[in-house]
C-alpha cells in the first residue's frame, strides 16, 4: 500500500531477539502498516510505501536480513499506526528487491509465515515484537477433500477468465500442503480486501479451507458471467460490421440490377411509390428524406421498422387529384326519396349543395384554368359544407349519410367519436411513442382511398374531456374550411388537405357540443316522425328489409297497416324506427316457423288480433288527453332525447300556512318558473275570479307525475301558471287542450323551441286545442300539415289570452278540489315559502 509521507533517513538497524516466559521465540523486526493491501504467507506482491516510518521500516529490514512485519490497518485513513490500530495477526515477508524514489520506495515481498504482534514501538520507524505462529497441517479424507475443492474451484476461476497469473494457478495446481493452497487461492485478485483480511486472521487451516470455498465459487460465476457478456458484446460488434459490409455490397448489387433493368430492392420500390403518390413537394421531399434515413440505419435496429410503417402511411395516403365526380340532382333526387321516406329540408339542402357544385364544375370544364383572384384563391371555388344532423336516436341520422356518399357517388367512411377522451384519437400520437399511429381522421382517409370522400363523425355531442387534452378542440380544425386545408396530424407532421372532404356529424343533442365547435356547423335539425310517416317508413322499408332478412317472399305474409298501427301506438314509444323495426323482425321470425310446421300454409296475414299472439299484450298506454275537465289538471308538452310527449301538472290547494311545494323531480330553471307564475297569479289572480286573500292562508302543492323522471326547461311556465289560477279559483281546465311557453312576471309569453316534437306528441294524443307564443308563429312554415290536421293551434301573447282559452267558467265541485285543513290561522301578508321535494307542509 503506497503511503504518501516524504522519506526520513533510515533508523538503526532492530534489536536482537528473545524469548517469551512461554519460550518462544520473540523476534524484534520492522513493520509497515499496510493501509487496504492484505498479503498472505507464500504471495509475491509488489508493494509501495510513502509514509516516512514505513520507508525507514523498509530501509532497516533491507539494511539487515530484509524480513519485515506486513500489518494490516483497521482503518486505511490513519497516518499515525499504534498497536490498537492494526489487526493483530500479520505476515513476516521476505524483500526481493528495494527501490528508493523521490515519493517513496517501491519493494517486491513475498509473505512466509502468520506472526502475532505483541508490542509495537513508534519511533522514526515501527518496530514490533512478534511470535511466530506455528502452522498446523491438519490431515484426513475431509481435509484432502476440501483441498481438492479448492484447488478445483480456483482453476475453475482462473479458467473462466479472471486475472490470475499463469504462475499462481500453477502453484495452487502443484502445492501439496493444505495451509499453502489456502494462502495461494486466497490471493484470487476479485476477492473483497475484508475476506482476505479474514482469511490472514484465521490460524486454523481447516475453517480457513471452509471459508474460501464459497469466495471462490461466487467468484467463478462471476468470471463466467464476465467472459460471456465480453462473448457477446464482441459478438455484436462482429456481426455489426458483418452486416455493415454486406449491405455495402448489396447496394452495389441493386444498382448493377438497376442498370441492367432487373428488378430493383424494396427501397428503391418504395422511392418509386413515393414518387408515384402525387404529393405535394414538400411533403415528397420529407418522404424522400425519411426514406435515406431508413436505407443508412441498420435492418437491426427498431428504427427502421418504426420509419416504414411512416413511409408506408404516406405513400397510402390520397394525396393526387380526387379523379372525375359524378353530379347529377335528379340521380341524386332519386336515390335520396328511395333510401329514405321524408326529410324534405335536409334532402333539399343537400340537392342545393349538388346544383352549386355542379356550376363550379361545368365552369372548370368549360373555361381553361382561372387566375387566382386578389387574396390568392381561385375563381368558382365551393367551399364544402360542415353537417350537423341533430335528432333523437333512430331517426335515420347515419343511414341519411350513407345515402348521400351514394347519391354523390363517393366513397363513405364512418367516424364514430362517443366516449373518446384523448386528443390524440383525432391529431394521432407523435412517432417518438412505440406503437404510434395517426389519428383517427387520418386513418379513415386511408381506408377511403379518395380526397372528395363523405366522412361520417358520428355521436359528436358524446365526445368527452380529461387530462389527456380535448378532442372537440382538436376537431375544430377538421371541421373549419378555412383550417382544413393544411390539417396536421402529430404522426405524418405534414400538412393534409381536408377542404375536399365532406364532412358530415350527428349528434342527439346540442347543448353538450361546445360553442366555437357548433358555430362551424350547419345544424339540420331531424325531428321524431309521426305515426304517418311511421307508417310509410314500415310500409316501404322496414317491412321489405325484414322479409329478405328472414326469406320471405312478399306473397307468404302480409302486416296489415292497423297492425302496423297498433305497433306504432302500443308497442313503441320513440321518436325514431329502431324499436318498430325491432317488434316488425320478431313478428316476421315467428312466420317462418309456422309456414315449416304447417306446410297446407301458403299465406299467412297479420292483423291486429295476431299481434297478440306474436308479440304478446301491449307495453305502452296510448298517450290521450285528460277524459274530462278538472279542476288543478292542466296538460303541458315536452321533450326529450326521444322526442315530444304529454305532461299532466296537477296543483291541490291546503288551507294552512301559505307555502308552495313542488315535486316531482323539477329542475331549477321549471322552479323559478313556478315562483314566477306564483307571483303573477297572487297579483293578477283576482281579474280571473281568485279570491284576493287566497294564498294569504292556502298552501299550494304542484306535482309533475312520473317522478322518477328529471324535468326541467322554462317553456311549462304557462301551464303552471294556469293550473295555479285554476285551483284557486276553482275553475276547470279544458282537457282537450296543450300549451307550452315561458312566461315572465309581466304576464308576457316567450317563445320556445322543439315545436314539432310538441304538436306532434299533441296530435298522437288527440289534443283539439294547441296554445303556442306568437313568436313561434314563424316556425309553422317547416311543420307539415297533416300535424295540425283535425288540432287548432292558437298564438298567444299574454297569459291573460292564455287563461281565456284554458279555463272553463267557474263550477263549485268538491271533487275537483278538496281541501285539506290545517286550521284557518292565517299567518298574514308576506312572501310564500318555496318546498322543493316530498316534505309535506308542516302544520300551522
Same mark, same amino acid.
Given at each position: 500500500?503506497?503511503?504518501?509521507?516524504?522519506?526520513?533517513?533510515?533508523?538503526?538497524?532492530?534489536?536482537?531477539?528473545?524469548?517469551?516466559?512461554?519460550?518462544?521465540?520473540?523476534?524484534?523486526?520492522?513493520?509497515?502498516?499496510?493501509?487496504?493491501?492484505?498479503?498472505?504467507?507464500?504471495?509475491?506482491?509488489?508493494?509501495?510505501?510513502?509514509?516516512?516510518?514505513?520507508?525507514?521500516?523498509?530501509?532497516?529490514?533491507?539494511?539487515?536480513?530484509?524480513?519485515?512485519?506486513?500489518?494490516?490497518?483497521?482503518?486505511?485513513?490513519?497516518?499515525?499506526?499504534?498497536?490498537?490500530?492494526?489487526?493483530?495477526?500479520?505476515?513476516?515477508?521476505?524483500?526481493?528487491?528495494?527501490?528508493?524514489?523521490?515519493?517513496?520506495?517501491?519493494?517486491?515481498?513475498?509473505?512466509?509465515?502468520?506472526?502475532?504482534?505483541?508490542?509495537?514501538?513508534?519511533?522514526?520507524?515501527?518496530? @514490533?515484537?512478534?511470535?511466530?505462529?506455528?502452522?498446523?497441517?491438519?490431515?484426513?479424507?475431509?481435509?484432502?477433500?476440501?483441498?481438492?475443492?479448492?484447488?478445483?474451484?480456483?482453476?475453475?476461476?482462473?479458467?473462466?477468465?479472471?486475472?490470475?497469473?499463469?504462475?499462481?494457478?500453477?502453484?495452487?495446481?502443484?502445492?501439496?500442503?493444505?495451509?499453502?493452497?489456502?494462502?495461494?487461492?486466497?490471493?484470487?485478485?476479485?476477492?473483497?480486501?475484508?475476506?482476505?483480511?479474514?482469511?490472514?486472521?484465521?490460524?486454523?487451516?481447516?475453517?480457513?479451507?471452509?471459508?474460501?470455498?464459497?469466495?471462490?465459487?461466487?467468484?467463478?460465476?462471476?468470471?463466467?458471467?464476465?467472459?460471456?457478456?465480453?462473448?457477446?458484446?464482441?459478438?455484436?460488434?462482429?456481426?455489426?460490421?458483418?452486416?455493415?459490409?454486406?449491405?455495402?455490397?448489396?447496394?452495389?448489387?441493386?444498382?448493377?440490377?438497376?442498370?441492367?433493368?432487373?428488378?430493383?430492392?424494396?427501397?428503391?420500390?418504395?422511392?418509386?411509390?413515393?414518387?408515384?403518390?402525387?404529393?405535394?413537394?414538400?411533403?415528397?421531399?420529407?418522404?424522400?428524406?425519411?426514406?435515406?434515413?431508413?436505407?443508412?440505419?441498420?435492418?437491426?435496429?427498431?428504427?427502421?421498422?418504426?420509419?416504414?410503417?411512416?413511409?408506408?402511411?404516406?405513400?397510402?395516403?390520397?394525396?393526387?387529384?380526387?379523379?372525375?365526380?359524378?353530379?347529377?340532382?335528379?340521380?341524386?333526387?332519386?336515390?335520396?326519396?328511395?333510401?329514405?321516406?321524408?326529410?324534405?329540408?335536409?334532402?333539399?339542402?343537400?340537392?342545393?349543395?349538388?346544383?352549386?357544385?355542379?356550376?363550379?364544375?361545368?365552369?372548370?370544364?368549360?373555361?381553361?384554368?382561372?387566375?387566382?383572384?386578389?387574396?390568392?384563391?381561385?375563381?368558382?371555388?365551393?367551399?364544402?359544407?360542415?353537417?350537423?344532423?341533430?335528432?333523437?336516436?333512430?331517426?335515420?341520422?347515419?343511414?341519411?349519410?350513407?345515402?348521400?356518399?351514394?347519391?354523390?357517388?363517393?366513397?363513405?367512411?364512418?367516424?364514430?367519436?362517443?366516449?373518446?377522451?384523448?386528443?390524440?384519437?383525432?391529431?394521432?400520437?407523435?412517432?417518438?411513442?412505440?406503437?404510434?399511429?395517426?389519428?383517427?381522421?387520418?386513418?379513415?382517409?386511408?381506408?377511403?382511398?379518395?380526397?372528395?370522400?363523405?366522412?361520417?363523425?358520428?355521436?359528436?355531442?358524446?365526445?368527452?374531456?380529461?387530462?389527456?387534452?380535448?378532442?372537440?378542440?382538436?376537431?375544430?380544425?377538421?371541421?373549419?374550411?378555412?383550417?382544413?386545408?393544411?390539417?396536421?396530424?402529430?404522426?405524418?407532421?405534414?400538412?393534409?388537405?381536408?377542404?375536399?372532404?365532406?364532412?358530415?356529424?350527428?349528434?342527439?343533442?346540442?347543448?353538450?357540443?361546445?360553442?366555437?365547435?357548433?358555430?362551424?356547423?350547419?345544424?339540420?335539425?331531424?325531428?321524431?316522425?309521426?305515426?304517418?310517416?311511421?307508417?310509410?317508413?314500415?310500409?316501404?322499408?322496414?317491412?321489405?328489409?325484414?322479409?329478405?332478412?328472414?326469406?320471405?317472399?312478399?306473397?307468404?305474409?302480409?302486416?296489415?297497416?292497423?297492425?302496423?298501427?297498433?305497433?306504432?301506438?302500443?308497442?313503441?314509444?320513440?321518436?325514431?324506427?329502431?324499436?318498430?323495426?325491432?317488434?316488425?323482425?320478431?313478428?316476421?321470425?315467428?312466420?317462418?316457423?309456422?309456414?315449416?310446421?304447417?306446410?297446407?300454409?301458403?299465406?299467412?296475414?297479420?292483423?291486429?288480433?295476431?299481434?297478440?299472439?306474436?308479440?304478446?299484450?301491449?307495453?305502452?298506454?296510448?298517450?290521450? @288527453?285528460?277524459?274530462?275537465?278538472?279542476?288543478?289538471?292542466?296538460?303541458?308538452?315536452?321533450?326529450?332525447?326521444?322526442?315530444?310527449?304529454?305532461?299532466?301538472?296537477?296543483?291541490?290547494?291546503?288551507?294552512?300556512?301559505?307555502?308552495?311545494?313542488?315535486?316531482?323531480?323539477?329542475?331549477?330553471?321549471?322552479?323559478?318558473?313556478?315562483?314566477?307564475?306564483?307571483?303573477?297569479?297572487?297579483?293578477?289572480?283576482?281579474?280571473?275570479?281568485?279570491?284576493?286573500?287566497?294564498?294569504?292562508?292556502?298552501?299550494?302543492?304542484?306535482?309533475?307525475?312520473?317522478?322518477?323522471?328529471?324535468?326541467?326547461?322554462?317553456?311549462?311556465?304557462?301551464?303552471?301558471?294556469?293550473?295555479?289560477?285554476?285551483?284557486?279559483?276553482?275553475?276547470?281546465?279544458?282537457?282537450?287542450?296543450?300549451?307550452?311557453?315561458?312566461?315572465?312576471?309581466?304576464?308576457?309569453?316567450?317563445?320556445?323551441?322543439?315545436?314539432?316534437?310538441?304538436?306532434?306528441?299533441?296530435?298522437?294524443?288527440?289534443?283539439?286545442?294547441?296554445?303556442?307564443?306568437?313568436?313561434?308563429?314563424?316556425?309553422?312554415?317547416?311543420?307539415?300539415?297533416?300535424?295540425?290536421?283535425?288540432?287548432?293551434?292558437?298564438?298567444?301573447?299574454?297569459?291573460?289570452?292564455?287563461?281565456?282559452?284554458?279555463?272553463?267558467?267557474?263550477?263549485?265541485?268538491?271533487?275537483?278540489?278538496?281541501?285539506?285543513?290545517?286550521?284557518?290561522?292565517?299567518?298574514?301578508?308576506?312572501?310564500?315559502?318555496?318546498?322543493?321535494?316530498?316534505? @309535506?307542509?308542516?302544520?300551522?
Amino acid at each position: 500500500m503506497s503511503v504518501d509521507k516524504p522519506t526520513p533517513e533510515a533508523a538503526a538497524a532492530p534489536p536482537p531477539a528473545e524469548q517469551t516466559e512461554a519460550g518462544e521465540t520473540i523476534e524484534t523486526l520492522p513493520l509497515v502498516p499496510l493501509r487496504d493491501n492484505v498479503v498472505l504467507p507464500h504471495q509475491l506482491a509488489p508493494l509501495g510505501a510513502g509514509r516516512d516510518r514505513s520507508v525507514a521500516s523498509l530501509e532497516a529490514a533491507v539494511a539487515a536480513e530484509g524480513k519485515v512485519v506486513l500489518a494490516v490497518q483497521r482503518q486505511s485513513d490513519l497516518d499515525e499506526v499504534g498497536l490498537g490500530d492494526v489487526y493483530q495477526i500479520a505476515t513476516v515477508a521476505q524483500i526481493g528487491a528495494f527501490r528508493r524514489g523521490a515519493a517513496g520506495a517501491q519493494v517486491l515481498v513475498e509473505g512466509q509465515r502468520r506472526v502475532r504482534i505483541l508490542e509495537l514501538e513508534v519511533g522514526e520507524q515501527w518496530i @514490533a515484537k512478534v511470535v511466530a505462529i506455528p502452522e498446523v497441517e491438519p490431515q484426513g479424507a475431509e481435509i484432502e477433500a476440501l483441498t481438492g475443492s479448492v484447488r478445483q474451484l480456483f482453476a475453475d476461476y482462473a479458467g473462466a477468465g479472471a486475472q490470475v497469473a499463469p504462475e499462481l494457478a500453477v502453484a495452487v495446481a502443484r502445492a501439496k500442503e493444505p495451509s499453502k493452497v489456502a494462502d495461494l487461492a486466497g490471493t484470487a485478485p476479485d476477492l473483497d480486501p475484508r475476506d482476505r483480511i479474514a482469511l490472514l486472521q484465521e490460524v486454523d487451516v481447516e475453517r480457513r479451507l471452509r471459508g474460501l470455498i464459497p469466495l471462490l465459487a461466487r467468484q467463478s460465476e462471476v468470471a463466467q458471467l464476465r467472459s460471456k457478456i465480453q462473448q457477446d458484446v464482441a459478438q455484436t460488434i462482429n456481426q455489426g460490421q458483418r452486416e455493415a459490409i454486406l449491405r455495402e455490397q448489396l447496394k452495389v448489387i441493386r444498382k448493377e440490377l438497376a442498370d441492367l433493368g432487373g428488378e430493383s430492392g424494396s427501397e428503391e420500390d418504395l422511392k418509386e411509390r413515393i414518387e408515384a403518390a402525387g404529393m405535394p413537394d414538400a411533403v415528397r421531399q420529407r418522404a424522400l428524406k425519411e426514406l435515406d434515413r431508413m436505407e443508412a440505419t441498420p435492418s437491426a435496429s427498431p428504427e427502421v421498422g418504426m420509419l416504414r410503417n411512416y413511409l408506408d402511411w404516406l405513400v397510402e395516403l390520397p394525396w393526387g387529384d380526387a379523379g372525375e365526380e359524378r353530379v347529377e340532382i335528379q340521380e341524386a333526387a332519386r336515390i335520396l326519396d328511395e333510401d329514405h321516406y321524408g326529410l324534405p329540408k335536409v334532402k333539399e339542402r343537400i340537392l342545393e349543395w349538388m346544383a352549386v357544385r355542379q356550376r363550379v364544375l361545368e365552369h372548370r370544364a368549360g373555361q381553361p384554368q382561372a387566375e387566382p383572384e386578389e387574396g390568392g384563391k381561385p375563381q368558382f371555388t365551393l367551399q364544402t359544407p360542415i353537417l350537423c344532423f341533430v335528432g333523437p336516436p333512430g331517426v335515420g341520422k347515419t343511414s341519411l349519410g350513407r345515402s348521400i356518399a351514394r347519391a354523390l357517388g363517393r366513397k363513405l367512411v364512418r367516424v364514430s367519436l362517443g366516449g373518446i377522451r384523448d386528443e390524440a384519437e383525432i391529431r394521432g400520437h407523435r412517432r417518438t411513442y412505440i406503437g404510434a399511429l395517426p389519428g383517427r381522421v387520418i386513418q379513415a382517409m386511408k381506408q377511403a382511398g379518395s380526397k372528395n370522400a363523405v366522412m361520417m363523425l358520428d355521436e359528436i355531442d358524446k365526445v368527452g374531456l380529461d387530462f389527456r387534452g380535448d378532442p372537440s378542440a382538436a376537431l375544430l380544425e377538421v371541421l373549419d374550411p378555412e383550417q382544413n386545408r393544411e390539417f396536421s396530424d402529430h404522426y405524418l407532421e405534414v400538412p393534409y388537405d381536408l377542404s375536399q372532404v365532406l364532412f358530415i356529424t350527428t349528434a342527439n343533442v346540442i347543448d353538450t357540443i361546445s360553442p366555437p365547435l357548433r358555430d362551424r356547423m350547419e345544424i339540420i335539425r331531424m325531428t321524431g316522425y309521426t305515426e304517418e310517416e311511421k307508417l310509410g317508413i314500415a310500409k316501404e322499408h322496414l317491412v321489405p328489409r325484414q322479409l329478405a332478412q328472414h326469406a320471405l317472399a312478399t306473397e307468404e305474409v302480409e302486416i296489415s297497416d292497423e297492425a302496423l298501427r297498433l305497433l306504432i301506438r302500443n308497442y313503441t314509444r320513440e321518436a325514431g324506427v329502431r324499436g318498430l323495426e325491432r317488434q316488425i323482425a320478431q313478428v316476421m321470425r315467428k312466420v317462418p316457423r309456422r309456414l315449416v310446421e304447417n306446410p297446407e300454409l301458403t299465406r299467412i296475414e297479420v292483423g291486429p288480433a295476431q299481434l297478440i299472439d306474436y308479440l304478446g299484450p301491449a307495453r305502452f298506454d296510448t298517450v290521450e @288527453a285528460e277524459p274530462e275537465d278538472r279542476v288543478g289538471v292542466a296538460t303541458g308538452v315536452v321533450v326529450s332525447e326521444v322526442g315530444g310527449d304529454l305532461v299532466t301538472v296537477e296543483a291541490l290547494a291546503i288551507e294552512g300556512r301559505p307555502e308552495l311545494q313542488l315535486t316531482g323531480q323539477i329542475g331549477d330553471v321549471m322552479q323559478e318558473s313556478a315562483r314566477a307564475a306564483l307571483s303573477w297569479v297572487r297579483v293578477h289572480g283576482p281579474d280571473h275570479g281568485v279570491p284576493s286573500n287566497f294564498f294569504d292562508d292556502h298552501a299550494v302543492h304542484i306535482h309533475v307525475p312520473a317522478g322518477a323522471i328529471p324535468k326541467d326547461g322554462p317553456s311549462a311556465g304557462v301551464t303552471l301558471t294556469t293550473v295555479l289560477v285554476s285551483v284557486a279559483s276553482d275553475r276547470p281546465v279544458r282537457h282537450d287542450l296543450a300549451m307550452t311557453g315561458e312566461v315572465t312576471l309581466r304576464g308576457r309569453v316567450l317563445p320556445i323551441g322543439g315545436v314539432k316534437d310538441k304538436l306532434l306528441a299533441a296530435h298522437r294524443a288527440g289534443i283539439k286545442t294547441f296554445l303556442l307564443p306568437e313568436r313561434n308563429r314563424r316556425d309553422l312554415h317547416e311543420i307539415e300539415p297533416s300535424l295540425t290536421e283535425g288540432m287548432e293551434v292558437v298564438f298567444v301573447r299574454s297569459l291573460d289570452e292564455v287563461l281565456e282559452r284554458a279555463l272553463t267558467p267557474a263550477v263549485v265541485r268538491a271533487r275537483d278540489r278538496r281541501p285539506v285543513g290545517f286550521g284557518n290561522q292565517a299567518p298574514g301578508l308576506g312572501p310564500i315559502p318555496v318546498v322543493v321535494g316530498p316534505q @309535506a307542509p308542516p302544520p300551522a
